[in-house]
Each structure stands twice: as C-alpha cells, then as structure tokens.
C-alpha cells in the first residue's frame, strides 16, 4: 500500500512539472525515456538474472 502512495505521489510530481515544460522538451524527455527503457529490456531479455525460477 505503501508502495502504490509512493508511486502515486511521484506520478503526481512528474505530470505537475510537465505541464509546465514546453511541449517539445516534453516530447524529447519523453523518447529519452522510452528509450533507456527499450535498451534496458533488451538488456535484460539478452542476460537473465543468474540464480533466478520463473
């Protein structure tokens, strides 16, 4: 439950300091992010965690 505040809040933070940014630096944080996050999941699909049962 804890957790789920957390993420709420800084869901909260991060759409309230969007709305203030120019739509373009938005944009550009925006594919920054989909990115680092495409390069991690290719990361970890290429190199699963040693030790770990699915």
């Known amino acids: 439950m804890l957790f789920l505040v957390a993420a709420l809040l800084m869901m909260g933070i991060l759409l309230g ?4 940014l120019p739509f373009s630096a938005t944009l550009l944080a925006a594919a920054v992010i989909a990115g680092w996050l495409l390069v991690f999941s290719v990361r970890e699909r290429r190199h699963p965690a040693e030790g770990t049962t699915r």
């Open 17 to 20: 300091a969007a709305a203030h």
